[in-house]
């Protein structure tokens, strides 16, 4: 249930899931980790390219990690609303704080 790395962008592609990987190897080591993904291409591409075990799960575990991401979403509701016309730095660095404190209550 800890968020490890949030990195807020724009879009999803194949080379910001890379980097995204590549930047959560460098402050967790998550070699022996496996990674539950949904159908995006990018992660499972992204998890490929990093040598990293990951498995797609429609159902079973990964729906735990979906109540987690639910739970973020619904702590966040009103994230858009005041972020709406904010830089990406201070909307991503209000992410990071909300990440860090999120690990501090479970």
């Given amino acids: 249930n800890e968020l ?4 807020l962008e724009p879009v999803r592609t194949n080379a910001l899931a890379h980097a995204f990987f590549g930047e959560l190897r460098e402050k967790h080591d998550v070699d022996d980790a496996v990674f539950l993904v949904d159908g995006a ?5 992204a998890c490929q390219r990093h040598g990293l075990d990951f498995r797609y799960e429609r159902h079973g575990n990964r729906n735990s990690v ?12 009103s994230f858009s609303n005041c972020f709406s016309n904010a830089e990406r ?3 991503d660095d209000w992410l990071q704080s909300f990440a860090f404190a999120w690990n501090q209550l479970i």
């Avoid at 291409?41 to 591409?45: G, I, S």
């Avoid at 987690?68 to 702590?75: C, H, I, L, Q, S």
């Fill in 4 to 7: 490890l790395h949030t990195k």
């Fill in 41 to 45: 291409a990018p992660l499972k591409d």
């Fill in 66 to 77: 979906e109540r987690v991401f639910r739970e973020v979403k619904r702590r966040t509701s």
């Fill in 89 to 91: 730095e201070t909307a």
